[in-house]
């Protein structure tokens, strides 16, 4: 049976939505999950949290009228549970069969996939340069980008193409023209939203030293080299040429107070160098990296903020709730920060987590070789971001 091809449950169940499952989880209230999909995907992604208890149970042992006791045994039944899967199918039909045993039962609607669309937008409060940037947060995949807007202008940079209608409605709920869409790079882990906001007629930016990656529609948009600047209103937003994760890799300096780094360097960690060349590139990949580390960004000033493209699971959130932080803070807490070129270079490499899935599809889609509908470009970024290299080696004590 498909996991999404279920009869509908002979008792009600209570749907909850991903915003209240997530209200729930940041609340601090302990939350019981039972996901239902198949182990691999589980172990590649789930929901996690210090105060969520997650089983996996697939959906599958819950198909005979006589369900093993084992199985039973592994679901509390002292407090409430909420069943999730995929996209929601297989967790109401879980769930109805738990909840006509007296277990008290709800289920996530839309699964997972209702669980990528959540996207949060938190105003970077330490950010002094002109006009207010927010920060956008898709906590599935530990995507971010940012909005700032000025005088009634904006500008977003790495932007998803899963979100261009939200990105549109915010600029006009906020009353502003939004006139550019930049990209750091070729991203590994998500679909750019660049074309698509282009084609709504904002003006769209790419990198210029990242067009020999093969990108096909160079031509149709923008290219940012190193020094160039974008006015938004009285801000100045100016690309800072910053390769390592990718060749094209460019930062940019937000009115001189928050540099967008996008897989450069992250609150929690720095860029993995692998996921353009393969290992046998990933060495000059990260001594590049550690270049553009050591005089591109940490010769900015100590109180510049640092906002990566990701954050993960290791990411200690700001005290407005955004994954920002000072250069200077960064240099003190990051031990990948202080060492030498050969220490960097060796410690990187040492200890590499997963790639993203579906990467070299998502890279070729990026670059405009491969052509996928929406629905097709969402399901290839499910799962999480593995940009970065492992916090473990990285971080200071």
């Given at each position: 049976m498909n996991a999404d091809d279920f009869p509908t449950p002979d008792v009600d169940v209570e749907t909850v939505d991903p915003e209240t499952l997530k209200d729930r989880i940041d609340a601090g209230e302990d939350v019981t999950l039972l996901d239902a999909r198949m182990q691999s995907d589980y172990e590649e992604w789930r929901i996690d949290g210090e105060n969520v208890t997650s089983i996996n149970v697939p959906y599958f042992e819950f198909l005979e009228d006589d369900i093993d006791a084992d199985v039973l045994e592994q679901i509390p039944d002292d407090r409430e549970v909420t069943v999730l899967c995929a996209k929601g199918g297989a967790s109401e039909f879980v769930a109805g069969t738990l909840a006509e045993r007296g277990y008290d039962v709800n289920h996530l609607e839309d699964g997972m996939n209702g669980w990528a669309s959540i996207y949060e937008a938190v105003e970077v409060e330490r950010y002094d340069g002109a006009g207010t940037l927010?920060?956008?947060?898709?906590?599935?995949?530990?995507?971010?980008?940012?909005?700032?807007?000025?005088?009634?202008?904006?500008?977003?940079?790495?932007p998803l193409r899963a979100f261009t209608d939200r990105y549109l409605a915010d600029a006009d709920d906020l009353g502003v023209d939004l006139q550019y869409a930049l990209d750091t790079h070729v991203h590994a882990d998500h679909i750019s939203g660049v074309r698509n906001l282009d084609a709504e007629g904002v003006e769209g930016v790419i990198p210029e030293a990242a067009v020999d990656r093969g990108v096909t529609y160079a031509d149709e948009l923008t290219t940012a080299a190193d020094g160039d600047s974008f006015t938004v209103g009285d801000a100045t937003i100016e690309a800072v040429y910053t390769p390592g994760h990718t060749t094209g890799m460019t930062s940019y300096l937000v009115d001189d107070s928050l540099l967008a780094t996008g897989d450069g360097l992250f609150v929690e960690s720095v860029a993995r160098p692998d996921l353009e060349e393969g290992d046998d590139g990933?060495?000059?990949?990260?001594?590049?990296?550690?270049?553009?580390?050591?005089?591109?960004?940490?010769?900015?000033?100590?109180?510049t903020?640092?906002?990566?493209?990701?954050?993960?699971?290791?990411?200690?959130?700001?005290?407005?709730?955004?994954?920002?932080?000072?250069?200077?803070?960064?240099?003190?807490?990051?031990?990948?920060?202080?060492?030498?070129?050969?220490?960097?270079?060796?410690?990187?490499?040492?200890?590499?987590?997963?790639?993203?899935?579906?990467?070299?599809?998502?890279?070729?889609?990026?670059?405009?070789?491969?052509?996928?509908d929406d629905e097709e470009a969402f399901t290839l970024e499910l799962g999480p971001n593995n940009c970065a290299a492992s916090q473990d080696s990285l971080a200071g004590d």
């Open positions: 927010l920060q956008y947060q898709r906590p599935s995949s530990g995507c971010l980008g940012y909005l700032l807007y000025d005088d009634g202008e904006a500008a977003i940079i790495d990933a060495p000059e990949a990260a001594s590049m990296l550690y270049e553009s580390l050591q005089e591109r960004v940490l010769s900015l000033p100590d109180d903020l640092v906002g990566g493209a990701h954050f993960s699971d290791a990411a200690e959130p700001a005290a407005d709730g955004t994954y920002t932080a000072p250069i200077g803070e960064l240099v003190d807490e990051m031990d990948a920060l202080t060492m030498d070129e050969q220490e960097f270079v060796e410690v990187i490499l040492s200890d590499m987590p997963p790639r993203p899935a579906n990467y070299e599809d998502i890279i070729a889609t990026n670059l405009g070789q491969n052509a996928v």
